[in-house]
């Protein structure tokens, strides 16, 4: 790990934030031995990270196939889920394959810890020559003949013929680039989140999974009424646990954001998964939520720099799906390759983009935002839907009403007919 640079070096390309984005692009880079360096203001690369999520392994395998069989994977996800929560009741949606025969396509996702995928993702790039240097803050560029020339850290300047900015949604960087403004309500969430210890046992029994698996869990209500969703995975011997709330609905809320969090934890249907459980770590964090319209700038680039990952606001939320890490690292790559070109580098990096079906993926899900910013989304249609399902499941000795007319009257307590078309025709026209 390095603390100071010399001003007289010019590397290849300086990379700032080693995340998943960051040292993808890094990586790739060193292969082809180009100098590069990668700065993380944590005193450790993924120091800052407490994040659970998934990571679909396809696009570890595009930056090199070999990673997969060392990276430090939490479970192989065997099981996807859904939940829809109710005031009293759940109901879950499991889905499993045991038709698939392909090795790779039965192992498309594992989760994992940021904090410690990363350092370790970090390491294997430090060996193959990637210069590390972390606990730095950047706090500037270097820009001469309108280029992107260098960055300034304290009172270090270092240079690069490129700067590639991986610093998270809120990217100073892409900011002092002039391709970004300051975050608006629209394009982002506010996320917060847990990791809860539970013996490796315990969760294999809870979840019904094997050894080495694990289950994905994605949760519509119980945010207190508020715009968001849930969110849970299973790790070797902790679950990560955690919600994602509309900034302007929380801001208009009477409640923290930490109290409808504990209402959301407490709920029996999340308890029971969660019940004897050690809190290991809490915090709160930004995520790019506004999709293609909203959070990705109108510019990735511009002379003598790019933005990746998170910074470039690449992320999928379907409500059933949530994709992060795989674009941030497919991303690294296209920007390494536009590097490598030694062409028109932005021109070159949304080619690559395209290539690898970045853009076409993000424009696809475009209006899924607007889907899952609808109020009754939060609200009624859970609701609604777990009341439905209780109707079908009660048997009380009683006549019991048509299915038809059953559904219309429960349907009718919580939405007006004009409101279901109004958000079915708004839904069906943002997919």
């Not at 690369?45 to 060392?70: Q, S």
């Not at 709160?284 to 511009?302: D, I, N, Q, T």
Request: charge should be neutral; hydrophobic fraction near 40%; charged fraction near 25%.
């Amino acid at each position: 790990m390095v603390n100071k640079m010399s001003e007289e070096e010019i590397f290849d390309a300086i990379v700032i934030g080693a995340g998943p984005a960051g040292t993808a692009c890094a990586y790739k880079l060193a292969q082809k031995g180009k100098s590069v360096l990668l700065i993380d203001r944590s005193s450790n690369a993924g120091g800052k990270n407490l994040m659970g999520g998934r990571l679909y392994t396809y696009a570890l395998d595009i930056v090199d196939p070999e990673l997969r069989m060392e990276a430090k994977f939490e479970r192989k996800v065997a099981r996807e889920q859904i939940m829809v929560l109710g005031k009293d009741t759940g109901i879950t949606i499991d889905f499993e394959n045991f038709a698939v025969k392909d090795q790779a396509l039965a192992e498309q996702s594992y989760t994992i810890l940021r904090a410690g995928f990363d350092e370790w993702f970090a390491g294997k790039a430090e060996e193959i020559g990637v210069m590390l240097a972390t606990g730095i803050k950047v706090d500037d560029l270097l820009i001469k003949d309108d280029k992107v020339i260098g960055v300034i850290a304290g009172d270090d300047k270092m240079y690069a013929n490129t700067i590639v900015a991986a610093d998270g949604i809120n990217s100073f960087m892409a900011q002092k680039a002039g391709l970004r403004d300051d975050l608006k309500p629209t394009m982002v969430g506010v996320g917060v989140k847990e990791v809860i210890s539970l013996p490796a046992k315990i969760i294999q029994e809870r979840f019904q999974v094997g050894e080495n698996e694990g289950a994905a869990r994605m949760v519509i209500g119980g945010t207190d009424g508020l715009t968001g969703g849930g969110f849970l995975y299973t790790n070797k011997e902790s679950i990560s646990l955690g919600m994602v709330f509309s900034p302007e609905k929380l801001n208009q809320s009477k409640r923290s954001i930490q109290e409808i969090y504990q209402d959301f934890k407490m709920n029996p249907a999340i308890q029971k998964l969660i019940g004897d459980g050690e809190s290991l770590e809490y915090g709160a964090h930004l995520v790019p939520e506004g999709g293609w319209l909203h959070s990705v700038p109108k510019k990735l680039y511009r002379n003598g720099f790019l933005i990746v990952g998170d910074a470039a606001g690449f992320c999928i939320n379907t409500g059933t799906i949530l994709r992060g890490m795989d674009l941030a690292l497919l991303s690294g790559v296209a920007a390494a390759n536009a590097i490598l070109s030694e062409k028109e580098i932005g021109l070159v990096y949304m080619e690559e983009l395209q290539r690898l079906n970045l853009i076409q993926t993000m424009k696809l899900y475009k209006g899924w935002p607007n889907i899952i910013g609808l109020e009754r989304m939060a609200t009624v249609y859970p609701q609604l839907i777990n009341e439905i399902t209780k109707f079908m499941f009660t048997v009380d000795g009683k006549v019991p009403k048509k299915m038809p007319k059953a559904i219309m009257h429960i349907t009718r307590k919580y939405v007006t007919l004009k409101n279901l078309v109004q958000d079915a025709w708004k839904g069906g026209r943002s997919i």
